[in-house]
């Protein structure tokens, strides 16, 4: 069984940075693609970033790119997200999800495991 930790949120300032980090734990990590989703209040939830087993491949919402970063340790068994230039729209719940299956699924949004969440929120 697959579970999932993840830490790091907390309150910021616009144009500040946060590292959120998850655990992966109860099975082969690299065997699975990991991703980072949000949701605020009375939004659905969206993906943020994804990245495949291996490392080679990322993909990022529009609304992200330039300003997030998804990597992966897979000695660690942990994934990243490093989320710089803060923007208040950026608010809402993370969670990291794992997926066995295609990066392609988790990228629509298919997230076989998640955890319980870290709350960020960027102040104005």
């Known amino acids: 069984q697959v579970q999932l930790t993840e830490s790091g949120g907390g309150l910021v300032q616009a144009g500040g940075s946060l590292r959120l980090s998850c655990v992966f734990s109860?099975?082969?990590?690299?065997?699975?693609?990991m991703g980072w989703f949000r949701q605020a209040p009375g939004n659905e939830r969206e993906v943020v970033a994804v990245?495949?087993?291996?490392?080679?491949?990322?993909y990022y919402t529009d609304s992200v790119k330039g300003r997030f970063t998804i990597s992966r340790d897979n000695v660690d068994d942990m994934v990243y997200l490093q989320m710089n230039n803060l923007e208040p729209e950026d608010t809402a719940r993370y969670y990291c999800?794992?997926?066995?299956?295609?990066?392609?699924?988790?990228?629509?949004?298919?997230?076989?495991?998640r955890g319980q969440g870290t709350q960020v929120t960027v102040a104005s």
């Open positions: 109860g099975r082969t990590f690299a065997t699975y693609n």
């Open positions: 990245i495949s087993g291996s490392g080679d491949e990322t």
């Open positions: 999800a794992a997926s066995p299956f295609a990066l392609s699924a988790l990228v629509k949004g298919r997230t076989d495991y």
